[in-house]
């Protein structure tokens, strides 16, 4: 048997290929490696069955100590859910074959997490400071590795409002958003693997991904597209188009749940889109096309296009973006307008330890709006930097704003690292925005972040800003601005 050796490369050898000097030996190799995390669904089978209990009591004691007979006297797990634990170990349960020749293996699994802060923030309109809350709970029905039945619910919020109690602002006192509609419901498989009898001896190219349902919808890192819609979507990867060594291409059309550019919904309006993703040897290109049939209230009618590279420069991570955005009935409205927006995104691991630097930049021409957002991730900035994102959890604004209009602007950041990529990190950054065109907005901002993780499922998020405002399109804003929050974040 071969065991890893502490084999130390001189330096001079790995330069060019940006590897680090450090040297683990083996005997420290999966030090501090987290423990398997039980999803809520094997917990409620632990408090059910005190079997299972023992059962993981003596697989520890037998990886401690190396005895391996004490698997032997390890009961069978029980479970309700389903016959295979997420990531654990063991033997496979066998499922059972349907008509269509697929094995369909069900386990159930519920997971989410729960976000409540305290913040208070003026962004130039006045000063609030609010409680807020959301939940995102969700059940994972796998049938296969590769078919599942996903639904989700977000009960404590609705239409970018959410749960809490306002202290200080417009509407002081207790807002209530609470909400039982399902804000996710959709399958997703491979054909092929769904109807394996149709070729058994796998020669006709019957893999083609598909999905229908209310389903998340994420394209150009948001910007082109970030929404939960009413759609079906088919896709066929693993091609070797244009020269390509592996291409995706997604067809998509989406029936209701639809926001526009505004974050509002249009109960009339239908998208469609066509999304691809090429890899070639030195980058990733996406390229992406988009429909909005609108109601003419809003603005009508929108086509959207979009492509991205990523790639490798050096030690630099760079992601290039150029998207465009057309009013086909006049629009002229937040809902759909037309415009361009390009960004650059640059990020590097430091050479001499784990920290990242990044320096985000965009330029906007005219008024570009996104095909769909949802009402809780803002505007199609948000990729920048802290500065220009949403909090996704109540009024606390982008210190920035995220929406695009004729600007230019930039973010520069230092991540750093606190006792392990995993127990902390510290983010500060430095970011503005001038505008281009007169009665524009111009800003300049520093913000900072601080996240701890308790546990395996706790986090503690610390957030501030400070900014100065020239916002000629509104006389009465403030000049200056800043926010604080602190957010307890729960996964489970």
Known sequence: MILFSSVKVDAADNSDLYLSDEVVPWEELGDGFLERPKPLTEVIEDH??????????????????????LLENAPARQNIFGGNPFLGSGEIDKGFEIKTGAVWQPNFLIYGEFRSALQTFDNGFGNTAEWANRLDIFGNLYLTPTERILIGFRPLDRDGNFTGYQIDGTNEGFFEEFNSRINTFFFEGDFGELFPNLDPTDQKSLDYGIAFGRQPINFQDGIIINDTIDSIGISRASLFEFGASATRITGIAGFNELHRGNNVRDSDAFVFGLLSSLDYDKSTLEVDFVYVDGDIAT??????????????????????????????DGGGTAAVDSGYVFTSQLSRTMRYNDDIFYFDTFYGLGDYTSAARDPAVGGPLGIIGILYASSGLS????????????????????QAFL?????????????????????????????????????QHYILRLDGFAAGYDDESRPLREDFGYGLRAEWLVKF
């Open 48 to 69: 059910i069955y005190p079997s299972n209990k023992e059962r993981d009591r003596l697989i520890k004691e037998s990886h401690e100590t190396g005895d391996a007979s």
């Open 299 to 328: 603005g009508g009618d929108g086509f959207y296009a979009g492509i991205g590279d990523t790639r490798r420069i050096g030690e630099w991570n760079s992601t290039l973006r150029a998207n465009g955005s057309w009013g086909l």
């Open 395 to 414: 009024d606390y604004a982008a210190p920035l704003g995220n929406q695009v209009g004729d600007s230019v602007g930039f973010a520069a950041g230092y």
């Open 419 to 455: 006792g392990g990529k995993r127990k902390a990190q510290l983010i500060f950054e430095l970011g503005g925005r001038k505008a281009t065109e007169s009665g524009g907005e111009s800003s300049m901002g520093f913000g900072m972040r601080y996240q701890r993780a308790f546990g």
